[in-house]
């Protein structure tokens, strides 16, 4: 490490409680059912994000321009992001339970597709690959990164207008958008009994 911080260890820890949470929610397997009673990786996503806006907002501080945050952030983010969707589509040639020829298709290409520019809610699964979970998605994290490279994008916005109008009212104002923003998604969220609303709710393991 070329600092003294823990903040690579927090993010492990916090990482951590995600992935074992995930174990649970993706494979309904019983033995796994005293994680989610223990963790919530709700709270920790959250911690994640105020730990990662903390850096992100340091990074952009020392850069020397926008073109050196965007290429520091892209070298940051991407070229591992990539690897784990590759990984993962060679490993699901591996496991599928179809065969070679209907796993290279279509299917396959909308997911690479897709999960290669973050949106993974469009093509979450492979052909194939737990097809008996109770939720076959391939990796129920991965939904995190899009809004992670959303505040990438906000944080240069978010320090222009704080030179511009002072912390404290900038702050505020972002907070009660927030936390308006939170409350309606919510709400439309419980009136609704759409599947993506409940699988949403299943890969973030709140259990409300």
Request: overall charge positive; glycine content about 4%.
């Amino acid at each position: 490490m070329k600092r003294n911080n823990n903040s690579d260890l927090i993010r492990f820890y916090l990482a951590s409680i995600v992935l074992l949470v995930h174990s649970y929610a993706l494979s309904q397997n019983a033995a796994l059912a005293p994680l989610v009673q223990h963790l919530s990786s709700d709270l920790a996503v959250q911690a994640f994000f105020v730990v990662s806006g903390f850096l992100i907002f340091q990074s952009y501080e020392r850069s020397r321009s926008l073109a050196d945050y965007t290429s520091k952030r892209v070298r940051r983010i991407y070229p591992a992001y990539a690897a784990v969707i590759l990984l993962a589509t060679i490993t699901g040639a591996l496991i599928t339970s179809v065969p070679w020829q209907q796993y290279f298709s279509g299917e396959l290409l909308r997911y690479l597709a897709a999960n290669l520019v973050f949106l993974n809610f469009l093509a979450p699964t492979l052909p194939g690959v737990f097809a008996d979970n109770a939720i076959p998605v391939v990796n129920g994290a991965l939904w995190t990164l899009k809004i992670e490279v959303s505040f990438y994008v906000c944080v240069p916005a978010f320090a222009w207008l704080i030179r511009r109008f002072a912390v404290l009212p900038v702050v505020g104002v972002i907070y009660l958008e927030s936390v308006a923003y939170v409350v309606t998604l919510t709400h439309f969220g419980e009136v609704t009994s759409e599947p993506g609303v409940i699988l949403s709710r299943l890969l973030v393991g709140m259990g409300r």
